[in-house]
């Protein structure tokens, strides 16, 4: 038997929230394509930049919202929602609390916005148990299936039928036995989620990539429309172009970071020295070119 929660009022709130962000970089767009590449514009870029990871959360808590059902069956309730499922075994269920009596005991953290209550938290006193949040009601309107170091926060819209469907099931028991668990996508079980040198390493590249472009915005006022962009082996200019052309030199370290970022993810299961390799050399991209933008200018 499937139940889910009243999802609209959180898609329409996600929804005008992802429009908003959006409206924000459309203007900062428009306000870096009117201005001459300074500090200023680079400030701008990087504000945009920011608001892409806030977009991505958004939509995928939107996708998870949409997904969002509540599956019973005498073994078990699994809780879906995007990509991932809780599976409790109804024998782990030990009470059911209304989330009014809870009300000043649970402290929350994640991204939450109306109609979107999807995190975790903690239940201080008694209960005192961690809280994976699948629900779409404020807490006063939620479920917490109490089970044995872990509580669940669900909001179904039927919430008397789902509560009668759990007391019919947990009265008939279960015929097979299953495992509390969380399933999550491969991708989310990847090993480089949790490898510091290798985020360091990531941040390292995104720090150099981030100074040439830097140092091209703070110098590109200062310098002449036309300049060399060429030098032959008597380091004579035989190349001449617009300065604007210099930015290729930075968008190539971006493309380079990038590409070794995906090559080294999808190595470092295996081969983990590889993925090293590729970010230092990434990295040393990022150097090399600064070298160049700097003789350049």
């Known amino acids: 038997m499937r139940f889910r929660p009243r999802r609209w009022p959180g898609v329409l709130a996600g929804a005008g929230l992802a429009l908003l962000f959006l409206a924000v970089d459309v203007w900062l767009v428009r306000r870096i394509a009117g201005r001459t590449p300074d500090l200023v514009s680079l400030l701008l870029g990087l504000l945009g930049l920011l608001t892409l990871p806030v977009l991505a959360a958004i939509g995928y808590g939107l996708y998870g919202l949409l997904s969002l059902a509540y599956d019973m069956n005498r073994n078990r309730l699994l809780i879906r929602w995007a990509s991932s499922e809780e599976v409790i075994p109804m024998g782990h269920v030990i009470r059911v ?6 009300l000043d005991c649970v402290r929350w953290r994640g991204m939450r916005w109306p109609g979107h209550m999807i995190g975790r938290g903690e239940v201080e006193g008694p209960e005192g148990v961690p809280v994976l949040s699948f629900a779409t009601e404020p807490l006063r309107r939620q479920l917490l299936l109490i089970t044995p170091g872990l509580a669940y926060a669900i909001s179904p819209f039927d919430r008397e039928g789902f509560l009668a469907a759990l007391a019919v099931r947990r009265q008939m028991g279960a015929v097979q036995q299953v495992l509390q668990e969380a399933r999550h996508p491969h991708l989310l079980t990847w090993s480089l989620w949790g490898d510091r040198k290798l985020w360091w390493l990531i941040l390292a590249g995104v720090v150099a990539n981030g100074a040439l472009f830097a140092y091209l915005c703070w110098r590109y006022a200062a310098l002449p429309p036309l300049i060399p962009l060429h030098f032959d ?4 200019a035989d190349r001449i172009g617009a300065r604007a052309e210099l930015f290729r030199l930075p968008v190539i370290g971006l493309l380079a970071l990038l590409l070794d970022g995906v090559l080294s993810g999808v190595l470092h299961p295996r081969h983990r020295v590889a993925s090293y390799l590729l970010l ?5 991209v990022q150097v090399l070119l600064g070298a160049g933008l700097w003789r350049l200018t």
């Open 97 to 102: 609390v209304e989330g009014s009596q809870l």
């Open 233 to 236: 082996r008597l380091g004579q």
């Open 280 to 284: 230092g050399g990434a990295v040393m």
